[in-house]
């Protein structure tokens, strides 16, 4: 009776013992994550957004703070220069968006299609509203990440023929709220979406919900008619 007494307490002390290291880990890891909050704005009074970044960094993924954007001739919506420890030239995931200049046929033809555009319009018109489109969505974006703060999420996945690597870029809008520049770019007509098939992000979001998340805001866009979409409606 007694020896079964004594293991009874034994296991009843196991058991707090062992609730109270999960309590500390749990803690640790709220911890963790208000320090990743707080780098974002230098507080940690930032409204938690939970699509598409609370972030949990996945071991393959790196986390770049106190990022800058670099002015360089080469610079557009979805890739540009940043510097960190060096400049590093990143490459939007899930998005892309025309080129200031001189766009290539191929991508001419894709991006028209795309936004709706009149296959009565020759190339050239096109390539023109395009160029057009992408100097705006460039304009705005070096607007947005100069006057918020904002990171790099990468895995520092090359793109061979431009030398880039891909990335999530996460500004702080004005309601202390984070999101991707890609969710941004496409709210405002100003890409398309491919598809980049990551598996989970980050994040606890799947690379599938997460293009899902790009889908409505861009039947946002089409139904305001606004970017590209708005194009489509104005003769060349």
């Known amino acids: 009776m007694l020896t079964t007494i004594g293991i009874l307490v034994v296991l009843t002390m196991f058991a707090g013992a062992h609730r109270r290291q999960a309590a500390e880990d749990d803690s640790g890891l709220d911890a963790s994550r208000a320090g990743w909050q707080a780098d974002m704005s230098g507080s940690g009074a930032?409204?938690?957004?939970?699509?598409?970044l609370d972030p949990v960094p996945k071991a393959e993924w790196e986390v770049l703070t106190g990022c800058?954007?670099?002015?360089?001739?080469?610079?557009?919506?979805?890739?540009?220069?940043v510097q960190r420890d060096k400049p590093i030239v990143f490459q939007l995931y899930?998005?892309?968006?025309?080129e200031l200049t001189d766009p290539p046929e191929d991508e001419v033809a894709e991006q028209s299609r795309y936004?709706?555009?009149?296959?009565?319009?020759?190339?050239e018109e096109c390539a023109d509203r395009l160029t057009a489109?992408?100097?705006q969505a460039w304009q705005a974006v070096e607007k947005l990440l100069r006057e918020r703060p904002f990171i790099v999420l990468t895995k520092f996945e090359l793109r061979r023929e431009s030398h880039h690597f891909y990335a999530l870029v996460?500004?702080?809008?004005?309601?202390?709220?984070r999101r991707t520049v890609q969710e941004w770019l496409v709210e405002q007509?100003?890409?398309?979406?491919?598809?980049?098939?990551?598996?989970?992000?980050?994040?606890?979001?799947?690379s599938e919900q997460f293009v899902e998340q790009l889908q409505r805001l861009?039947?946002?866009?089409?139904?305001?008619?606004?970017?590209?979409?708005?194009?489509?409606l104005t003769p060349p």
């Open 46 to 52: 930032a409204e938690s957004y939970n699509n598409p």
């Open 68 to 81: 800058q954007l670099v002015a360089n001739p080469t610079n557009a919506a979805d890739h540009f220069r």
């Open 94 to 98: 899930f998005v892309d968006a025309p």
């Open 115 to 123: 936004f709706g555009w009149s296959p009565k319009w020759t190339s």
């Open 133 to 135: 489109l992408g100097q």
């Open 170 to 177: 996460v500004y702080e809008d004005q309601n202390g709220r």
């Open 189 to 206: 007509g100003y890409a398309t979406i491919t598809d980049s098939a990551l598996g989970w992000l980050p994040t606890q979001v799947a």
């Open 218 to 232: 861009e039947r946002i866009a089409q139904q305001e008619r606004r970017g590209g979409w708005g194009m489509a």
